[in-house]
């Protein structure tokens, strides 16, 4: 069955540097998201991107954060100047259509920022 | 700032036995809900969806209910195995966008 899946599992980075997430989403589907989930809290809504372009943001997603997709399988998250709230679970997801339909989840990428 | 919320941060049952899964949503404008299962160390699972223009959906031992008029969603898991063992959490989709509000969660244990 085909999935989503990230890398790295986990990254560790130091306060101020640079990290880049990594997604390959299902490969027939168009729309893609980040998400974020703190430790014991709920999952937040980052970005969505469809056609190369960023479809939503949420107030998250300042100007520490931008998405690519480099190529034709990769989508990534980047954080330029990582802060010590930024760690938490990263997850991907991507899904067929528009945003009712189904969004299949990566396993995640747990950042923690020292 | 419009939420959603869970009432019940854990419930447990008996193995057998049928689940409630309560939400609450605040904004009046979502058109569509998810609920979501995630296990220990694993991204969120979809469950199963409903749309606003519907009460009641049902899937494989799983059933789905929206009351519109006290924004109230709730998931039932019939005869509840070990395996549904999971945080359980429940989404909203603002009308009109491509976003997801997500609650906080409810674990459900599942006891032998």
């Known amino acids: 069955e085909p999935e989503v899946t990230q890398t790295p599992s986990h990254q560790v980075t130091q306060m101020g540097q640079e990290v880049i997430l990594r997604c390959v989403p299902i490969?027939?589907?168009?729309?893609f998201y980040w998400y974020r989930q703190i430790l014991g809290q709920k999952v937040e809504f980052l970005v969505s991107?469809?056609?190369?372009?960023?479809?939503?943001k949420s107030e998250i997603f300042d100007d520490q954060f931008s998405v690519e997709r480099p190529d034709g399988s990769n989508f990534t998250l980047k954080i330029r100047s990582t802060k010590l709230e930024d760690s938490a679970m990263y997850f991907c997801?991507?899904?067929?259509?528009?945003?009712?339909?189904?969004?299949?989840f990566g396993p995640g990428t747990r950042l923690t920022v020292l | 700032g419009e939420s959603v919320g869970l009432h019940l941060p854990t419930l447990s049952v008996q193995e057998g036995d049928n689940s409630i899964i309560n939400c609450a949503y605040s904004?009046?404008?979502?058109?569509?809900f998810i609920w979501y299962k995630q296990e220990s160390g694993k991204g969120p699972q979809f469950i199963i969806d409903i749309r606003s223009n519907m009460d009641k959906r049902q899937g494989q031992r799983v059933t789905v209910l929206l009351n519109k008029t006290v924004k109230h969603l709730s998931l039932q898991i019939a005869a509840t195995q070990p395996g549904d063992s999971a945080v359980y959490f429940c989404?909203?989709?603002?009308?009109?966008?491509?976003?997801?509000?997500f609650g906080t969660g409810t674990r459900l244990k599942v006891l032998a």
């Open positions: 997801a991507s899904s067929v259509g528009l945003a009712d339909n189904e969004q299949f």
């Open positions: 904004n009046s404008a979502s058109d569509y």
């Open positions: 991107f469809y056609n190369n372009e960023i479809s939503e």
């Open positions: 989404a909203e989709k603002f009308s009109g966008t491509y976003k997801y509000i």
């Open positions: 490969s027939n589907h168009l729309y």
